[in-house]
């Protein structure tokens, strides 16, 4: 165990790519719920990753500011280029050099990738789609800091903080009400323009990164506050479980209706509710009385180090394995074995060959976000 990581967020880092994983094999590999109800919800691994982002990129931003460093854009934009581009293009190339053995069918057009712009418009079934999230979070990395930094400039630090994130709650909230009243109902004849313009979209989705950002304002700037939380860690993870649960609950039942199309409060403020659920497991994590802290799960840790890769591929590893283990009509329980097997190798190997090289040259050559600031040290690595 890294002694900068937390066992708590790594648990919950390797739920969120089981969750994804779970989901696209559903849909990519055996096309039915292999992992029952898991299968169904398991989308929603994404809206973990993004709370998990909004704070621990938040927390390196804030905890640096409270320190009185000043902040150099350059470095954190070569910093987060360094950790998501080098793995990201590798994969993309393999999409773009072998289409067939990736996935079957031709990517989208390079620009959108190279641009971070792929999730605009994303119709579902395209080869790399997965990649819709790595775009938003990159969109997140470049917005973030400039609009830290803007409210940093303008006086009461705190409420000025708290009511941006409430408008930008707000407007996240208001979009999907609109988008939904166009796209979410099959009486509009546009219900194939839902996910183009709902789910894979940067304005339905942007909000989910706010509830891990508060946590990270309450964490350094509510120090008393954040005492007391962590020193109900049980408590806490006891509420984020059930708030997990309740959502998870309408999730399955009532995220799609036949005939029907998208309920309005599941598109309109069922995101919002995911994401503030996950919040507090995220937040629970991080008091060393919570059991996310306290339990460690055989293989979560090196699980949750690999993930970004396997995210990246797991699903052209579950499409080429599916065709060669065809032949050989394996059980399904053999088949699942191998493949998740097979995602987590290939992972791997991508984290020691690719991820950690450019992770160590990043350290070496950008150790700060901050100006004039010995190497930071007090987040754990995003």
């Not at 194939?192 to 894979?200: F, L, R």
């Not at 979209?201 to 939380?229: C, M, S």
Request: proline residues 6%.
């Amino acid at each position: 165990m890294h002694p900068h990581r937390s066992n708590g967020l790594d648990n919950l880092r390797a739920l969120a790519i089981a969750l994804v994983f779970m989901y696209h094999y559903m849909v990519f590999v055996s096309g039915e719920p292999t992992f029952g109800w898991a299968s169904s919800v398991g989308w929603v691994g994404v809206d973990l990753f993004f709370v998990l982002s909004g704070y621990l990129i938040g927390n390196q931003l804030f905890s640096g500011f409270v320190a009185k460093r000043e902040l150099s854009l350059s470095r954190f934009y070569a910093r987060r280029a360094l950790r998501t581009w080098p793995v990201f293009w590798l994969v993309l190339a393999a999409y773009f050099i072998f289409p067939t053995a990736m996935g079957g069918k031709p990517p989208p057009a390079l620009w959108k990738f190279l641009t971070f712009t792929q999730n605009y418009q994303l119709q579902p079934g395209t080869a790399f789609s997965h990649a819709w999230s790595l775009c938003i979070e990159e969109q997140f990395y470049l917005v973030l800091p400039l609009v830290v930094l803007l409210v940093m400039k303008l006086g009461s630090r705190r409420l000025q903080a708290w009511l941006l994130l409430l408008a930008l709650l707000a407007i996240g909230i208001g979009a999907r009400w609109v988008l939904w009243n166009a796209y979410g109902l099959e009486s509009t004849g546009k219900i194939d323009s839902y996910y183009p313009n709902v789910y894979y979209a940067t304005l339905g989705r942007f909000d989910e990164f706010l509830p891990g950002i508060a946590i990270a304002l309450v964490k350094n700037y509510h120090p008393l506050l954040w005492q007391r939380l962590m020193a109900r860690g049980t408590a806490l993870f006891g509420v984020g479980l059930l708030a997990t649960v309740a959502v998870l609950y309408g999730v399955f039942n009532h995220y799609y209706i036949d005939d029907y199309g998208y309920p309005f409060f599941m598109s309109v403020f069922g995101y919002s509710c995911v994401a503030g659920a996950f919040s507090l497991l995220v937040a629970s994590a991080l008091s060393p009385h919570s059991p996310l802290q306290r339990i460690r799960i055989p293989g979560a840790y090196s699980v949750a180090l690999w993930s970004y890769s396997i995210y990246l591929t797991h699903k052209p590893v579950g499409f080429m394995l599916k065709g060669y283990l065809a032949p050989y009509a394996l059980s399904q329980p053999v088949q699942v074995l191998l493949i998740t097997a097979a995602s987590i190798a290939v992972g791997a190997v991508l984290y020691r060959l690719v991820e950690l090289p450019f992770m160590q040259l990043r350290d070496r050559g950008v150790p700060s976000l901050f100006r004039s600031a010995p190497a930071y040290r007090h987040a754990q690595k995003a």
